[in-house]
């Protein structure tokens, strides 16, 4: 690993500008999910229990480098109180005096909440200045926003740069499961990979068969890989305009040794309704006024078949219309059966993006996944094999 952790740092007595991802759901000025502030509370208690000041850099909205009243940092804080076990004290700007002097101010064992970086200009356009004045508030960096990690910001990017920096506990997480996942896996190595476009996923689906032995497809993205095969898909969400990007991929993966995993038979209803009445047919019968919403048995079948095969397993998206059942069959099979899987030791299992911890957490899968990131964009990026400014700036 080319970035240190917090274990390599001597932070004692030190100040400790820690970047998180505390934008969570606020309403009538009460956190309603605080899922995230969790998250980052293993971070913070290591950071207190090594003699460190941690002083916390965190974005909330979109701002756009205003100040927006309504999304101040403020309203968080007894939340943060909750999960960390000590007093927060709120600083009103990320820079400047009032910051300068919160971080004087700051008594051993509390924590420092700074106010939202968004409401400068110079975070989103990664601006030098910002980031030294950020700077010059700490000793070391500490990064523990893997979710903001594939955006160049001041707080994420330009602020590595001048400190000594270090990946926080989720920050460390997120990226010893996904090197296990793509970096250096353990064979064979499956992807499930659903959804309903294939255009928003073309440089996942480019960079997976070139890493992965099995890929699975599924979803509205699978109807266009079987129209691209000639077959007549009905009324099902399809992209007819994608068919030679699709057959492109299926080469690629031809030629790189990848085997692609479409549905055999499907699940089609005239109405996507909760309980509309549906039938299995195979995947070349889908009647010409029906919409193929999931996958069926035989092919749920041959995906655990793979699984059982597998050591290793990158899953995002669903398999079908998992929102309503019985559409959400395939998925939660699956899901399942690579819980159990992972449970028993026989595969590591990472999962991340979109609507795939929903699925997962539908099924009752989630807590048996070696790892489920709830990073979305940034966890995407990363599969997509391409470099994110904030990891590469603590290396």
């Known amino acids: 690993m080319a970035w240190k952790t917090l274990d390599q740092m001597d932070l004692d007595g030190k100040r400790v500008l820690t970047r998180v991802d505390i934008n969570v759901p606020v309403e009538n000025g009460r ?31 979109r701002p756009k480098g205003e100040v927006v009243p309504e999304m101040s940092l ?36 509390e924590v420092l909440l ?8 110079g975070e989103e356009k990664n601006d030098a200045g910002l980031a030294k004045e950020m700077a010059a508030l700490g000793d070391v960096y500490c990064n523990d926003a ?7 910001h001041a707080s994420t990017e330009a602020l590595a740069r001048e400190l000594p920096a270090c990946a926080g506990r989720l920050m460390e997480a997120e990226l010893s499961a996904l090197e296990k996942a793509l970096g ?13 476009k294939v255009s928003t996923k073309l ?7 070139e890493r992965v032995d099995t890929l699975v497809i599924g979803g509205g993205m699978a109807n ?44 089609v209803a005239r109405k996507f309704e909760a ?70 030791g026989k595969i590591v299992s990472v999962a991340g993006g979109g609507d795939t911890v929903a699925a997962l957490n539908k099924a009752g899968a989630a807590d048996h996944f070696t790892y489920v990131s709830t990073a979305g964009g940034a966890f995407l990026e990363w599969m997509e094999g391409k470099t994110l400014p904030g990891v590469a700036a603590l290396g």
Do not use: Y
């Open 224 to 267: 266009t890989f079987l129209a691209a095969q000639g077959l007549d898909v009905g009324k099902s969400l399809c992209e007819h305009d994608m068919a030679e990007t699709a057959r492109e991929i299926a080469k690629k993966a031809a030629d790189t040794g990848c085997e692609i995993l479409l549905p055999r038979d499907v699940v």
């Open 184 to 196: 250096d896996p353990e064979r064979p190595v499956c992807a499930v990979v659903g959804g309903a």
């Open 203 to 209: 440089d996942l689906l480019s960079n997976l068969v």
């Open 74 to 109: 403020e309203p968080l804080v007894p939340a943060l109180e909750d999960a960390f076990g000590t007093r927060v004290v709120f600083a009103a700007d990320c820079r400047g005096s009032a910051a300068e002097a919160a971080v004087g101010a700051l008594q051993p064992g």
């Open 275 to 344: 309980g509309a009445e549906h039938e299995i047919v195979k995947a070349e019968d889908c009647p010409s006024d029906a919409m193929i919403l999931d996958a069926g048995p035989d092919s749920v079948a041959h995906v655990q078949d793979v699984l059982d095969r597998s050591r290793t397993l990158i899953w995002n998206g669903p398999l079908g219309a998992f929102e309503i059942a019985p559409f959400d069959a395939a998925t939660n099979a699956a899901a399942a059966h690579a819980a159990e899987l992972s449970k028993a």
């Open 31 to 61: 956190v309603t999910d605080a899922t995230r502030i969790e998250r980052i509370a293993p971070t913070v208690k290591d950071i207190l229990s090594k003699g460190g000041m941690p002083i916390l850099l965190a974005h909330f909205g």
């Open 114 to 121: 700074l106010e939202n970086t968004r409401f400068h200009p």
């Open 146 to 152: 893997f979710s903001a990690a594939h955006r160049a």
